[in-house]
């Protein structure tokens, strides 16, 4: 879960404020993100062990958890970036977490009434996943509007490092928890979080009205493609897409098989489960934290490219992880591959919103989320299929190799010469 602030990125007129109001919206911001987030970790962790444990799915079942959760990216995810400019921003932000916080918390409610079933928890991560496209998209564009152009690597790196941050310490409190209270009353937490978001959002100024609203439905599938051919079209932020894409077919196969391939092939504990897929968050943390003297190094098309190597080198350790201690080589995996995605993110976010007009940045956001987040739900599946035809670990080598792809795609890009992003 992510949150956002007061400024309408719809709007051109404030781009990269740097005043007093705009650095009391990043904070607002910042604090609502992280108390979220770290209920969304708890929920990472939970959500697939109430499956798993609870319920005895199969590693198809949790596909189709982690599948529903992104599906809404394929549904609506191109005309969210166009609803955003027409809504008013704070409302409907406000509104998608509540409808977040009601979908989350009927779990523990069903698991009381023992009427907990496979077919609720894939229809709250359809929910869950709807309402999160129409709040992101309108999220993703909030920074450029408060934070001078110069600052943005910066402050994306922060929120990312809070991100990593939530990203460790969530998965860990997770797996706690599942083994004290147990799975679906662990979630009350997620949703409780989402609550104080609303409330912080809540407490923010209104934006101003939506912006004009074109007539007919021409007008909206006009500024879809609009948005669609400027990211087609640049030489940069087009194979920075197909890399994300790529990159996000793993992470949706990862989501699917680390609970399965932990609990069912290495006799994980809960709390052991918490505790190594918060290794990815350490390893985000540390990425985030790099990117700034990484790019300000190397410039961002050498650090882009060499993260990509990175996370795919250490994506290949996944499979290797055995029992006991050897669980370590999971950790050092999750870690490094968690790593190198996070630097490859901020760079191209980065990229993206210093490099996009401000009136079609929400629309171009919207658009690289369809494409490149619409790839983790075929993951998710295309690894639940795998992993039931021949088993979690070879499922698991087999979305490693995909990893390859993510550097081959910009070494075969004009980003293989550039040293800053153009």
Not at 19 to 27: E, I, K, Q, V, Y
Not at 54 to 61: G, I, M, V
Request: aromatic fraction near 6%; charged fraction near 10%.
């Amino acid at each position: 879960m992510d949150a956002t602030a007061t400024a309408d990125p719809a709007r051109p007129g404030r781009r990269g404020g740097g005043g007093s109001g705009g650095a009391t919206a990043f904070w607002r911001y910042w604090t609502a993100s992280t108390v979220s987030r770290l209920g969304d970790q708890v929920t990472t962790v939970a959500l697939p062990l109430i499956a798993v444990v609870t319920l005895h799915a199969s590693a198809f079942e949790v596909g189709l958890i982690t599948g529903a959760a992104y599906l809404a990216w394929l549904v609506i995810g191109l005309p969210a970036g166009v609803l955003v400019q027409r809504l008013p921003l704070r409302g409907t932000q406000v509104a998608m977490d509540l409808v977040r916080a009601a979908a989350v918390a009927s779990i523990p409610l069903a698991a009381a009434l023992g009427v907990l079933g496979l077919t609720q928890l894939v229809v709250v991560a359809l929910l869950v996943g709807f309402a999160s496209v129409l709040f992101d998209v309108g999220n993703s564009t909030f920074l450029p509007t408060v934070v001078p152009k110069e600052q943005l690597t910066a402050r994306n790196s922060l929120v990312s490092g809070s991100i990593a941050a939530t990203d460790l310490a969530g998965p860990s409190l997770g797996g706690v928890l599942v083994q004290l209270v147990g799975g679906a009353a662990s979630m009350l937490l997620d949703s409780a979080s989402y609550v104080v978001s609303a409330a912080l959002l809540g407490s923010l100024p209104q934006a101003g009205q939506p912006a004009a609203r074109p007539s007919g439905g021409a007008g909206m599938r006009e500024q879809i493609r609009e948005g669609w051919r400027f990211v087609a079209r640049h030489p940069v932020i087009r194979p920075c897409v197909a890399d994300a894409t790529a990159v996000n077919f793993v992470c949706g196969g990862l989501m699917t098989l680390t609970p399965v391939f932990l609990v069912r092939t290495l006799d994980a504990p809960a709390a052991a489960v918490g505790a190594l897929m918060a290794t990815g968050g350490l390893g985000s943390l540390l990425g985030a934290a790099a990117t700034p003297r990484l790019v300000s190094r190397f410039g961002g098309g050498p650090s882009l490219r060499r993260a990509a190597v990175v996370s795919t080198v250490f994506a290949l350790l996944l499979p290797l992880a055995g029992s006991g201690w050897g669980t370590l080589l999971f950790a050092l995996g999750n870690a490094g591959f968690s790593a190198g995605v996070v630097v490859t993110s901020i760079v191209t976010r980065t990229h993206r919103q210093t490099h996009t007009p401000p009136e079609l940045l929400s629309r171009v956001m919207a658009t690289v989320r369809f494409v490149s987040w619409g790839a983790i739900p075929v993951g998710a599946l295309a690894a639940g299929a795998a992993a039931a035809a021949w088993g979690p670990r070879t499922a698991l080598l087999l979305v490693a190799i995909v990893s390859v792809a993510s550097p081959a795609i910009l070494l075969a890009s004009p980003v293989r010469r550039m040293r800053e992003l153009a």
